[in-house]
């Protein structure tokens, strides 16, 4: 008997010490002996319990959130990255291969396509990348004299260097075209005169038409942008962050309404001729800027108008396209409307994309999206030039694969740069991408 005793209490005694090391005895204490008896690993049943428990609580669904969030985000940048690239090589402006022009009035299919390309595409990238740099730069800070200066300076790496590095590379590039190997590919280059004076280097960092390069009367000039022209972007955004604290206040004491007059402002700039520089970097930087500040959930504020957005975007594009042909000057205001709208329905797409998981969030991709951007600018006119020399299309269908086949060239050779970039030099990339 005493036997049998002694053998029950080692028994009890062992199950205690079970679900005191596997699960701090989350079963009540007087079922802990009724559990199944299992001489498995004890952690593996704590895992499964302290994993099952957290999952539903409100604040795993709070993480699940803020990082489906951030993955819409992320899902984004390198969509926009080739709609950039697209919008800069597909145009109606005519190529001058070899000193001969070729015009691309004469291919009506090829001009349907870039009518369409503009209702749906063009002018979309550039407001979002506002937004989302206004808010991720307010995003979790508490706003201060300390915070603004740390910003500054890690600006200085994301921005300004790379800013400078490839203009001074697009400076160069075009410099070489003078070389008297390349005579043959650019005959008429001679044509264009050179300033190389303190205040022509400096503006062509800033608005080329006033640069190193002067243009003859026949070829227009850079008109408002830097030599590398797709980085007026980060021109503008540097004006903004410096003024950021003169945001912020507006922000904090104007709430809602400062974004609501910028807006109207960037919407009737057109009709009023206000000729406001950086007025659309200054509305939606301060639009994203507002929703961080006052911690707006993007997903519900946004989700509210997805059905909404899904129609105005695609029919104000259609409408967009129409006007092109009958009424022209109709076209702005058209615009101005699907770029607002634009920008509500690319998040929601984003954020259903990934709730749906139809499609998930490249590393590579989403890493590669501002190494694509600061550089296409570069080489696409040169690739299209080069495939429209091999090709020498006389047709529709042969302008229309010219303008393809070099949007893809153009961004095979980028992605292909930074993986080997990123394979082999990374401390390299890292200063040309900002530290990216």
Known sequence: MSYLYRCGVLFICFRVYQNLYSDKLTTPHFLFFYTPLSFAEPE????YKVKNKTNSSPVNESLRQNDLRSQALDLLRFPLAVIIVLIHTFNTGGLTVQGQ?????????????NRFIDGFLRGQSVPIYFFISGFVFFLGVEWSRKVYLKKLKNRVKTLL?????????????????????????????????????????????????????????????????????????????????????LLYLCIKRLRHYWVIALGVLWFFNNYWSLSINFLAAFFFFSWGAYMSINRKDMLAEFGRFFKSSAFLYPTLALLYVAAAYYWPEATGTIKTLNVFVGLIF?????????????????????????????????????????????LRPTSDLGIISVYTLATCLTI???????????????GLLKVLTGRR
């Not at 972007?233 to 004006?239: E, G, Q, S, T």
Request: hydrophobic share 50%; glycine share 2%.
């Open 161 to 245: 260097i790379p800013y400078i590095i490839w203009n001074t590379v697009s400076i160069l590039w075009l410099l070489s075209h003078f070389l008297p190997c390349f005579s043959t590919l650019f005959p008429d280059i001679h044509a264009v005169k050179l300033d190389f004076s303190i205040s022509a280097i400096l503006q062509s960092y800033w608005n080329a038409a006033h640069g190193i390069f002067i243009y003859p009367p026949n070829i227009p000039p850079l008109d408002g942008t830097p030599q590398n022209a797709p980085l007026w972007f980060l021109r503008d955004l540097m004006v903004v962050v410096i003024s950021s604290p």
């Open 346 to 390: 690319a998040y929601n797409l984003s954020a259903w994309l990934l709730r749906h998981k139809i499609c998930t969030v490249s590393r590579f991709l989403a890493s590669s999206s501002f190494f694509l951007y600061i550089t296409h600018g570069i080489i696409c006119n040169a690739a299209v030039k080069g495939v429209f020399y091999f």
């Open 101 to 113: 022009v070729y015009n691309t009035d004469q291919y009506p299919i090829f001009i349907a396509i």
């Open 44 to 47: 593996k049943h704590r895992t």
């Open 412 to 426: 095979t050779i980028l992605l292909s740069s930074f993986y080997l970039l990123k394979r082999y030099t990374p």
